[in-house]
Every structure is written in structure tokens, then in C-alpha cells.
């Protein structure tokens, strides 16, 4: 019943029956994978990974990596293969493994 993702330098929770925003964090612009009930949010620019557990109880982040080198363009969403999350920019990919 809930909706998540990107809205300008906000990462928001909207409850889909009313659009009403439940919560938002500013994490700035960026790219949202949903995995097994996690958000995995890349910044545009900023090179940052953050992995947020999709609940509509409130912002809640599980981990933060910086992955890429600040500045380059990371316009394509994370990819999750496995037991690894794949970011990319317009000049380096990165893996990440991740323990269950």
C-alpha cells in the first residue's frame, strides 16, 4: 500500500491510496532499486550507496557506502545479482557483496 522512490533531493514514502507523504529524507537526487524489502538508493552524483529498509514506520538505514568517485554522472539504478549490488557512473562499476 505504499510507494516509494526519488523526488528531488528526497527520498519519500507515499501511501498510495491518497498520495499523502508518509516519510522523506533528504538523501539527494538519485536512482532506486526495491530488493527484498530493502531500498537501494544510488546519488546522481555524489557516488553514495545507500540501502534503506522499505517500510512506511519511517526512515530506516541499514548501511551507507561511498562506491564511486564524487562527480561523475551515476544515472542508471543499482542491479542486484545474487549476494551482489552492482552501481556504475559514466566512468567506473562497482560490486558489492552483501552477507543475508
Not at 507515499?14 to 538523501?27: K, L, Y
Not at 546522481?44 to 561511498?66: F, H, K, M, N, S
Amino acid at each position: 500500500g505504499h510507494l516509494y522512490g526519488h523526488g528531488g533531493d528526497f527520498l519519500r514514502c507515499i501511501r498510495a491510496s491518497d498520495g499523502v507523504t508518509v516519510w522523506e529524507e533528504r538523501t539527494y537526487p538519485g536512482s532506486v532499486a526495491f530488493v527484498d524489502g530493502h531500498l537501494i538508493a544510488l546519488s546522481i552524483t555524489a557516488g553514495l550507496l545507500r540501502v534503506v529498509e522499505a517500510t512506511p514506520q519511517g526512515y530506516r538505514e541499514r548501511a551507507r557506502l561511498p562506491l564511486l568517485e564524487p562527480g561523475a554522472r551515476a544515472e542508471t539504478p543499482p542491479s542486484v545479482v545474487g549476494r551482489r549490488i552492482f552501481v556504475r557512473n559514466d566512468e567506473e562499476v562497482v560490486a558489492v557483496d552483501v552477507e543475508g
